[in-house]
């Protein structure tokens, strides 16, 4: 009796019992299980991290246009205090991201556009401050070591898009801003000339131009063949 129920529950092994293949294929699927839920988990927090992004983006804006408005005042100011103050503003907004280790990313796009936002609510020149923005972008950049390609890219891109926003002369306003990069980038170094005209000539393409025709002229540019200043060092 006793071999033919050992032979019966050989031939009818119980319904719990799991073979080796069935096993591997459960633990499979666990791995896949565990795989789905760590990149549900990195993409949500990317999301995240991204929202949180453009929320100090916009704050940083929001102060940037309001400080600029404040300074400048409504009817507009002289020529030469509106271009101090976007100076001091960009200088300040680089200056403290770079204090806090957060990069210029960041802040290059933000003052960027809060400043055109700044000019426009007070009936400024838009166009003039661009090319003050993109050319104290770079000369604080220098001084910080910073990849004066991506400050000018970045900066003139948000001046362009903040500049459509409030239904101005994007064109304008790109052109301006190329010509104060290339023109700050000749005060440094030859090779900080080259390093911004590489960048920028996409964004000359689509307003029509080339870079050669935004070089600076006339008493801006420097004579041929002077010797470039040299960029000041960061101050600790």
Sequence with gaps: MATKQTKAEAAHPPAHSTSPSHAGHA??????ARAE?????????IVDSLAA????????????????????GTGGAAAGDVVEVVRQVVKGALVASEQVGSGLA????????????????VGGDVVAASFEVTRSLILVAATLGAD?????????????EATRETGGDAGQVGRRA??????????????????VKEVLIGIAGSLGQTIEAMLPHGGHARAAG???????????
């Design 53 to 72: 992004i453009d929320a100090v983006e916009g704050r940083i804006t929001a102060l940037v246009r309001k400080t600029v408005a404040d300074s400048v």
């Design 178 to 195: 190329i010509e104060g990069a290339i023109e700050a980038a000749g005060e440094i170094s030859h090779t900080a000339v080259r390093t």
């Design 226 to 236: 002077a010797p470039a200043p040299a960029a000041d060092k960061p101050r600790h």
């Design 106 to 121: 960041i802040s290059t796009r933000s003052v960027a556009k809060g400043v055109v936002a700044g000019v426009h609510d």
């Design 27 to 32: 633990r499979a699927g666990d791995g896949e």
């Design 37 to 45: 839920h760590a990149a549900l988990a990195v993409q949500q927090g």
């Design 148 to 160: 004066l390609g991506m400050v000018a890219r970045r900066g003139i891109d948000a001046l362009i």
